[in-house]
């Protein structure tokens, strides 16, 4: 399978939500190495989070927290030939078919 992972809020605090989600890479690079994982990180993030590969870094742009996030995120994900997407920050796409 293909997972898709949200880590955008890595970039803005290591702490809550970013530490789950730092914790939660370190984890499945130890579980697994069959499914493909996309880490979604902060346009302005340069470094992968996770080395393994099975892992591959992209960046999405949408902003964290405004008005224009979910819509933004729907249009980036459709080109992202997904499984599933984990949103760690709880907020998914907009009218998304992708569970």
Known sequence: MRFGIDARLTYHQ???????????????AKLDQE??????QHRRDREALISAPNFQRRTLYAPVHSKLEQPLLMVELLF??????HCTDFIPPLFSILP
């Open 14 to 28: 290591r702490a809550g939500i970013g530490r789950y989600t730092l914790f939660l890479l370190d984890e499945l």
């Open 35 to 40: 499914n493909r994982y996309t880490i979604f």
């Open 80 to 85: 992202q030939n997904l499984d599933l997407i």
